[in-house]
Structures are given as structure tokens and as C-alpha cells.
């Protein structure tokens, strides 16, 4: 089992409580980090993995979501981009455990995605198709003023 991480993410969060919500991250792929030997993270960069010479940004575009969802939790579709391609996934947002989320406290978002929809096929007797995504965001101030 290995755990990475990327901590270079960046997006937007626009929308509000009558429309919706929609969310656009975008998280740089050269940042990553794999817990464990160093070849396991050259691995995951290769380009039978994520690719990240090629392909170092990987994107994230949600459909409009509830406010409920925000504060409830639940499912939040959109396309993913990861290695050049761009497929449909479903994330799961959890409860909120506060009145602002996102601001006052973390936005906690969990999925999973099969690599080989990415195209990744590699290693196919030692490595699980499904990948499990775990995302812990928090909304800062833009420039502007809105989150």
C-alpha cells in the first residue's frame, strides 16, 4: 500500500447558496510525493503512471452542486483530467462540520477512480486499478475578496 501526496493545489470555488456551487482544482503534479522508497515515487511519475513530465497538471472541473450538498455532504460529479485525458467521476463531499465550510473548516472529499480509464495499465499483477483519492481543502480569500 503507498500514499502520495500533492501539496502544490490551487482552483477556484464560484456560485452561491440560491444557484449552486462549483468547484475548479487544479493540482501540480511536479509537487508530488510518495511516502516510501524512491522508486516508488519514480514510478508513479513515469509515463506508464501519472506521466507528470508530459502531463504535470492534473484538473478537476465540478458540475453545479447544491448549498445543501456543501453542508450536508454527498455527491459531487465533473471531469477529471490526469495524464492528457478527460473522463466523468463522482466525488463524495462530506458532512461539514461547521457554518462556513470550506472556510471555517475543511472541505473533505473522498473518491475513487480506476487508473486504467487514465490509461494507465502498467503492472497490471501488482498494482490495484482502483485508486483511492482522500482531499482535505480549505478555501483562502482571493485577491478580489470572494473565496
Avoid: Y
Amino acid at each position: 500500500r503507498t500514499q502520495g501526496r500533492i501539496p502544490k493545489v490551487d482552483g477556484e470555488m464560484a456560485g452561491d447558496a440560491k444557484k449552486g456551487w462549483q468547484v475548479l482544482v487544479i493540482a501540480d503534479g511536479n509537487s508530488l510525493v510518495v511516502k516510501g522508497p524512491r522508486w516508488m515515487e519514480k514510478s508513479t511519475r513515469s509515463p506508464e503512471f501519472l506521466d507528470i513530465d508530459r502531463h504535470p497538471e492534473i484538473r478537476f472541473h465540478s458540475t453545479v452542486f447544491s448549498d445543501h450538498v456543501l453542508h450536508a455532504g454527498g455527491s459531487i460529479g465533473g471531469r477529471l483530467t490526469l495524464r492528457g485525458l478527460t473522463r466523468p467521476v463522482s466525488f463524495r463531499l462530506l458532512p461539514s462540520a461547521c457554518a462556513h465550510p470550506g472556510r471555517d473548516c475543511d472541505l473533505q472529499v473522498n473518491g475513487t477512480i480506476n487508473r486504467k480509464d487514465f490509461g494507465m495499465t502498467a503492472h497490471a499483477f501488482s498494482v490495484r486499478d482502483d485508486v483511492q483519492l482522500n482531499m482535505r481543502v480549505r478555501l483562502r480569500e482571493a485577491a478580489g475578496g470572494a473565496p
